[in-house]
């Protein structure tokens, strides 16, 4: 058994999580959910609730479990250490460790809710649960915490100023110190589809994808974004500096893309969803974090396992699922283990078909502007690849023009993302060659260093001066 989990943690990804809704009539069986995810690079699943039989399931996989609290069960968890006693013997202690349990989530979006009494009794029910684990010896190894939407902040634009809203300031502040002390995360519910849906223009939906876009300036630092994501993260970040708490870690609970939604909804395509949860992973993968919280990703549970067919509202609630209840792919953002590489578009725009064994390169198209190119420079360069070697002093800095820089930095972030044609369209701005780009590059820093800073245009006949 421990050879099996030393090599699921090779395979997989501690940071990458994913929610298991149930607000169906047409899942398949937890069994074959976990044999499911097994066969993925998935690490962790989110429970609403403490479903025994997926919980069961999951037994002797090494996937990570946390489970939840509904909000119902918080006045008895509140009032009366002895159901919390019971709540935990019966939903940890029964499966522990064999299933392995990470985090007890109390309650969902309370912080954001109208009811003032169950706001007060949050804490509380967090300490009973938290004092049962202690009392059962697990208290150093499942953490206590309670999820929040992104409403949960009056100010997140630019990040640097997110702030918690005032009002519930009090409670927040009991909250953040029981989870400084307990060590547990601050889980939150970022959505760049909301804040597409609220700002529905061109550019707003590339900020949202992680493609392409010129970026946005946070006033307060200087700090250039290239996507919501990490905005939104940071502004977290942000109000939890505000109020004294760096300690607390952030844990994103839920975000995802809708692939299909009703006619009036605005952002809904496979496209999207696959560009969004494509991209998003990648950007996990790479490790390059966000700019407040750089070197490193923070645990995300994508939204969702499956579709919820019975889930109320728009059409969009009952389309977020990555799988089908047969256990086909919805679409494929490179979670299955037998990937050989990503398999994640930059854009959702289907690129023309083209053979890879003749297109070794990324470069530019003919004719793009500077601001494009400039644009793109600032994207790849954001996606985690080491550009350094075009910053001033490295080895690729000359010739230095945007045109050679976008060419490196386009070409590598091709590269390194799985050589598959969408990684190369950069909003149709670039295109595939056979042509080794970066021989020119490194000829003309040559030949420019030769003649001190003076750039000339590359021939074959060009001569050694």
């Known amino acids: 058994m421990g050879e099996k989990l030393e090599r699921r943690s090779l395979d997989s990804e501690s940071f990458l999580g994913i929610n298991y809704g149930e607000v169906a009539n047409n899942l398949p069986p937890p069994e074959s959910t976990a044999k499911l995810l097994k066969s993925t690079s998935i690490e962790k699943v989110r429970l609403y609730g403490a479903d025994p039989g997926i919980i069961?399931?999951?037994a002797n996989t090494g996937i990570g479990i946390v489970i939840g609290a509904p909000n119902g069960d918080?006045?008895?968890?509140?009032?009366?250490?002895?159901?919390?006693?019971?709540?935990?013997?019966?939903?940890?202690?029964?499966?522990?460790?064999?299933?392995?349990?990470?985090?007890?989530?109390?309650?969902n979006e309370i912080m954001t809710s109208t009811d003032q009494n169950l706001m007060s009794q949050l804490l509380p029910a967090m300490r009973n649960v938290q004092n049962a684990l202690n009392a059962a010896s697990l208290g150093g190894k499942i953490k206590v915490s309670t999820v929040h939407s992104m409403a949960v902040l009056t100010q997140s634009d630019?990040?640097?100023?997110?702030?918690?809203?005032?009002?519930?300031?009090?409670?927040?502040?009991?909250?953040?110190?029981?989870?400084?002390?307990?060590?547990?995360?601050f889980a939150i519910n970022p959505y760049p589809f909301f804040a597409y849906q609220s700002d529905p223009r061109p550019e707003t939906l590339a900020f949202c994808l992680f493609q392409p876009n010129s970026g946005r300036v946070d006033s307060g630092t200087n700090i250039k974004y290239m996507n919501m994501f990490d905005a939104?993260?940071?502004?977290?970040?942000?109000?939890?500096?505000?109020?004294?708490?760096?300690e607390v870690e952030i844990v994103?609970?839920?975000?995802?893309?809708?692939?299909?939604?009703?006619?009036?909804?605005?952002?809904?395509?496979?496209?999207?969803a696959k560009?969004?949860?494509?991209?998003?992973?990648?950007?996990?993968?790479?490790?390059?974090?966000?700019?407040?919280?750089?070197?490193?990703?923070?645990?995300?549970?994508i939204f969702a396992l499956y579709d919820e067919n019975l889930k109320p509202g728009p059409g969009s609630e009952r389309a977020f699922g990555l799988f089908k209840?047969?256990?086909?792919?919805?679409?494929?953002?490179?979670?299955?283990?037998?990937?050989?590489?990503?398999?994640?578009?930059?854009t959702p725009v289907n690129p023309s078909p083209s053979p890879k064994a003749s297109a070794g390169w990324c470069v530019p198209k003919a004719g793009v502007s500077d601001a494009e190119l400039q644009t793109n420079l600032d994207y790849a360069c954001g996606q985690g690849i080491d550009c350094s070697p075009i910053q001033p002093g490295g080895a690729c800095f000359e010739p230095n023009t945007v045109a050679s820089h976008a060419a490196y930095a386009m070409n590598l972030l091709y590269q390194s993302a799985g050589k598959n044609?969408?990684?190369?369209?950069?909003?149709?701005?670039?295109?595939?060659?056979?042509?080794?780009?970066?021989?020119?590059?490194?000829?003309?820093?040559?030949?420019?260093?030769?003649?001190?800073?003076?750039?000339?245009?590359?021939?074959?006949?060009?001569?050694?001066?």
């Not at 009366?80 to 202690?93: G, K, R």
């Not at 994103?252 to 999207?272: F, K, L, M, Q």
């Not at 969004?276 to 919280?293: D, E, K």
């Open 252 to 272: 994103v609970a839920e975000t995802g893309w809708p692939y299909s939604g009703d006619s009036n909804e605005v952002g809904p395509s496979i496209e999207n």
């Open 325 to 346: 209840p047969d256990l086909s792919m919805t679409y494929d953002v490179s979670l299955s283990k037998s990937s050989q590489t990503p398999s994640t578009p930059t």
């Open 421 to 465: 044609p969408w990684n190369c369209d950069f909003t149709q701005t670039a295109m595939l060659t056979s042509s080794n780009p970066m021989a020119i590059m490194v000829a003309l820093s040559l030949v420019a260093e030769k003649r001190k800073g003076k750039v000339i245009l590359w021939s074959n006949n060009d001569q050694e001066e």
């Open 158 to 185: 630019p990040p640097s100023s997110g702030a918690f809203n005032p009002a519930t300031s009090d409670v927040m502040k009991g909250l953040l110190e029981f989870q400084r002390n307990t060590g547990s995360p």
């Open 56 to 58: 069961q399931a999951l």
């Open 74 to 107: 918080i006045p008895a968890l509140a009032a009366d250490p002895n159901f919390a006693t019971q709540w935990v013997n019966s939903n940890v202690i029964a499966f522990y460790p064999a299933s392995k349990i990470i985090l007890i989530t109390v309650g």
């Open 275 to 301: 560009a969004y949860n494509g991209n998003l992973i990648a950007h996990l993968r790479s490790m390059v974090g966000t700019p407040l919280m750089p070197g490193k990703s923070v645990d995300t549970y």
């Open 232 to 246: 939104q993260v940071d502004a977290v970040r942000s109000a939890l500096n505000a109020m004294g708490f760096k």
